[in-house]
């Protein structure tokens, strides 16, 4: 019975003290910033590891519809002027969607049609990355480029 209560206390002192061991673990791999969504996965995406950077402009559909322009929430009628602020001062006109799998087309559809007003030339569809050879590892966004081309 001694020894019973000896590992029952080894193992309530472990429990204790691995959610600490694993928050800094966690703390010290660099998150991007932005809105997690579940991307839809694709298995002919390229890598675009320039979403990845700082600066570029993200516009996230989330599963309720709510859309944001980096990190701030925002709507679909005011998306294309915050984009066009954005935009106005780079010479790339580069935009990267990431869409939850659950929305209906017609919501992409429609932020395309707004960003596509802002001025973007080229948008990429950011989707999931089923090919992970370490899964927990961080590995580039991959993603379906699009350019805008004028109607004719």
Do not use: W
């Not at 600490?20 to 966690?26: C, E």
């Not at 709510?66 to 002027?81: H, I």
């Amino acid at each position: 019975m001694k020894h019973l209560l000896e590992v029952c206390l080894v193992a309530l002192t472990l429990a204790g003290s691995t959610p600490s061991i694993a928050a800094q673990s966690a703390a010290e791999v660099p998150k991007q910033k932005g809105i997690t969504v579940n991307l839809v996965s694709t298995s002919n995406a390229v890598p675009v590891p320039d979403a990845d950077k700082e600066d570029a402009l993200v516009v996230t559909v989330t599963r309720d519809g709510s859309v944001y322009l980096g990190v701030n929430l925002t709507s679909t009628a005011a998306l294309a002027e915050g984009v066009r602020n954005v935009l106005s001062n780079r010479s790339q006109k580069i935009l990267y969607i990431k869409g939850d799998a659950r929305i209906p087309y017609a919501s992409l559809v429609r932020i395309l049609d707004s960003v596509r007003a802002a001025g973007v030339q080229e948008v990429t569809l950011l989707t999931a990355q089923p090919d992970s050879e370490n899964p927990g590892t961080l590995v580039p966004p991959k993603g379906l480029q699009m350019l805008f081309v004028a109607p004719r």
